[in-house]
Each structure stands twice: as C-alpha cells, then as structure tokens.
C-alpha cells in the first residue's frame, strides 16, 4: 500500500486475494439516475464479484423522510445489513460500476453506523470487468449475520443543524454538485452527471492530487467541513477524500438539495462562489497547552497492515536531511524555530546526546519522525512528533505515537512531556490526552511565520 493512496480503498489484486476468507464481505452498492441508463439490480444479477451481496439505497433508506435515499435508523441499518450477511465487525469493500459515484455513500453508511473495516472498490465492477477477473452471476443464497449498530450521530448534518451553519458560517460546507447545477445554470437533476474529479478512469487520485484539489477549492483541512449534493449520494466522494487525507471533522447534510432546493425557505444564493480569501501575512496567535504523563501508556495497538513501516534512530543526521523531514512535517503547523537555526547552533542540538532523532518510512520512503530531548533522569521531552503530509490517511498516526512513547520510557523516566498548539494538528491535543498525557498548563504565544525571503536562502543553504 502505497502512502499516497488513501487507506479506505482497496485494489481489485487484494479484494481477488481476499474471496473466500471468513470474515470478508463484498457489497455492490451500485445505483444510478436515470440518465445513465443502468440498472444496478439487473448488473448484479448478470455477473457481480464473487460472494457480494447487493445492497439497494432505494430500500434501505427512510422512506419517512419524503427524500430519496435518506440515512435510515440505526435499527433499520442493521436489521436490512443483517438480513445480507453483514457484521458489524466484518471487513466489508463496497463497490459500484464505475468506481466511485454510489459506492462511497454506502462506504459512508457504514463508517456511520460504526463499521471500522468498511473500504470502496478502485476501478469498480466496470474495471473488474474490463480485467477479466472473476464473476458470479444470479441471487446467491444468503446467511443472515448480527449487525450491532454504533452511530455516529456527529457525522450526520439535519435540516436544523444545516440552517445554523447557513447563518453563522461556524463550517465549511462543500458541494459535490456539478458547477451548472451548483450556480443555478443548469436544472435539477442534470442529465448525464460527470464522473467525480476525485477519480480517474474509475481509479481514485493520489492523495497528492486530491489534497490540490480540496485546498484549490478553498476547503481548509484544519476547519471543520459539512459535505452536500444532489440527493446525499456523491457527498460522500467528498468525504472519502477528507478523511483520506485524515479530516475527522466532516459530517454530510443527509437531506441535502433534495431537502433545501424544495422549501420556501431556505436561503438560496446563484451564481459562482465567492473567491476564496487570501491570507495575509503576519505573526499568528496560538494558545499553547503542556502535557505530561507519568507512566507508560497503557495502550495497545498492532503494525498497520499492508504497510511495510521500519523506525530508525539517526545517529549524526545530515543537516540537510533533518531540514527536509523537519519542514516537510512541520510547515502546514508553522513549524519554524529549527529553520532559523545557523548550521552551528542546529549541529550542536542533534549532536548533544541527550537529543535522538528517529525516522518513521513506510514502504522505502521517510514518512515522519520524532525528535526526544532527555531534559533530566526524571523527565523525558517529547519535542517534535509528526508525519509527512503524504502518510496522513495511511492510518499509522496512533501506532507512531506510541512507538515515540515507548522509546520516550525506556530509561525510566519519572515524567514525559509534550507541548503542542491550536496552530497545531487540530487532533493532536485529543490524541495526546488519548494516548495518556495530562494538560499541566497554558498560555497564548506569537508565531511568526517563515517568510518567501527566508524560505528562498534555507533553500539556498541546502
């Protein structure tokens, strides 16, 4: 698995090698307008990928709501999810036709109904197909499973809530809708609805790709993001893309333009979005927060799976190479204050023995590291800790932090301290606490951020 895919999608090679195994589900979740001509349940039944069930969103749905489609209850979800075989703690990969238009909705279902191992097909059954890889075709027989729903009511935006954030702008709100049908050109539904820009020939982008796109579009990944379209389905190719690049903070509006375009009133605004602000540059408030622990985390988690992972402790590092890792880690946060350093003074701080630095790769390439300072026999300082923007999504965040705790106690420190800002991760004060640490203090700082003129001669310098 490479660090620029996302993590909550898989490879037609792994699902192939994975038919059969207990404890694997497929679910074709295929669903289309009616501009495109294809039925789903008709596709399932003339070849579908071995052992999957189809799932139908007409069907499992609240059909209260008067919505096409709308989120169902818990209670529902899992007696419909139970009635196809599914479990809760089921490694289950949703896939439609062409790869990414329904499937991710389902994904979404799933991840809200708490699902952990919930994944989306790349390429489909359209590329499935095109390889020549193994179908099956017919209704298959059916083993009823228990499905114990967990939902994850943050994740889901009502009418109610949707208004509040019309009105104080308190959230991000990015719509899936085409550009005719998102300034008014164009009617509702619109006819022969294009292939999401997240995806390619049915294949999802690169994270590389897809953060340029969400940051073009002026979504900032540090702020909290409600995800719209149509009728509730293609947000969620919005959402995979968030939480592929590790935004948490995101819930989808359920009712969406079915639910807002259909009332009196509800604000309505045509026309292109207005451009997106450009910061200005200038030192930044930050409310920093010191942590400490005064044991060893009591957490326990296993090496990410399908990842190849190797920490090594750098012994006399390259300057030119802690630069790199430090500024590749540390820019979106305002990392700074090793940047300024001379060669000199940056030398003697990872050369003094009391200072260790070790590099996180995934699959052959530097993903993060953390940097300790043993300050004293009694206390431990975790001093820099983070990954390169390319492995945020790979899933490796938890279990790199607490490799750094670990090594943090080895010499039996009687505290380990940490101290981190609101210029930070915007979860790095919550996975902080999770993993142990304890706020001990507080106070505001001013950051000033490196500059083009000094960004130009550390580049120089290296």
């Known amino acids: 698995m490479s660090t620029d895919k996302s993590r909550f999608v898989v490879s037609a ?24 001509k294809r039925n789903g349940a008709e596709e399932f039944a003339a070849g579908h990928l071995p052992g999957a069930v189809f799932f139908d969103q007409d069907k499992i749905a609240d059909h209260a709501t008067g919505l096409p489609h709308s989120l169902p209850s818990p209670e529902f979800f899992a007696e419909q999810a139970g009635e196809l075989g599914l479990s809760d703690t089921d ?3 949703v896939y439609d036709g062409p790869g990414f ?43 009823p499973a228990t499905f114990t729903p967990d939902f994850n009511e943050k994740r889901v935006t009502s009418l109610a809530t949707m208004r509040g954030i019309v009105d104080n702008g308190e959230k991000q709100i990015a719509d899936a809708r085409g550009a005719g049908r998102f300034t008014g050109d164009e009617a509702e539904p619109r006819a022969g609805m294009p292939a999401t820009a ?48 590790g935004h948490s903070d995101n819930s989808l509006y359920d009712g969406s333009w079915s639910e807002w375009g259909g009332l009196e009133d509800t604000p309505v ?16 408030k930050a409310h920093v927060t010191q942590l400490e622990m005064t044991a060893p985390p009591k957490v326990s988690l296993p090496i990410p799976v399908n990842i190849q992972t190797a920490l090594m402790r750098v012994n006399n590092i390259p300057l ?37 630095v070790t590099v996180l790769y995934m699959n052959g390439a530097p993903a993060g590291f953390f940097e300790l300072n043993k300050a004293s026999d009694e206390v431990t300082e975790l001093s820099y800790f983070g990954l390169l923007e390319e492995a945020i999504g790979a899933g490796v965040g938890k279990w790199f932090l ?21 210029l930070d991760h915007p979860r790095a004060l919550q996975l902080y ?25 550390i580049s120089l310098r290296n």
């Open 269 to 284: 605004v045509t026309g292109p979005a207005e451009p997106v602000p450009v910061i200005s540059h200038g030192p930044l």
């Open 13 to 36: 090679d792994w699902v192939e090698k994975q038919l059969g195994t207990a404890g694997f589900r497929l679910v074709d979740a295929s669903w289309y307008l009616p501009a495109h």
């Open 91 to 93: 490694t289950i990969v």
């Open 198 to 245: 997240f995806s390619e020939n049915g294949h999802f982008k690169d994270l590389t790709a897809i953060r340029k796109m969400v940051t073009d579009a002026g979504i900032d990944l540090g702020k909290p993001v409600v995800t719209s379209c149509g009728s509730g389905v293609t947000a969620a190719v919005i959402t995979l893309a968030l939480e592929s690049l």
């Open 101 to 143: 238009f329904s499937a991710p909705r389902v994904w979404w279902m799933l991840r809200v109904m708490g699902v952990r191992k919930a994944y989306v097909l790349d390429g489909g059954l359209d590329g499935w197909k095109r390889e020549g890889r193994p179908l099956e075709t017919g209704t298959p027989e059916i083993e």
């Open 433 to 457: 606490q999770m993993m142990g640490f304890s706020p001990v203090g507080t106070y505001e700082a001013w950051v000033e951020p490196l500059s083009d003129t000094e960004l130009l001669e």
């Open 402 to 422: 607490l490799q750094a705790l670990y090594a943090a106690w080895q010499d039996n420190p009687k505290r380990v301290t940490v101290t981190t800002n609101t």
């Open 320 to 356: 030119h190479f802690y630069r790199y890792i430090y500024w590749r880690v540390g820019k979106r946060w305002h990392w700074q204050k090793r940047m300024r350093m001379s060669d000199a003074e940056l030398s003697a701080v990872l050369k003094d023995p009391k200072n260790s």
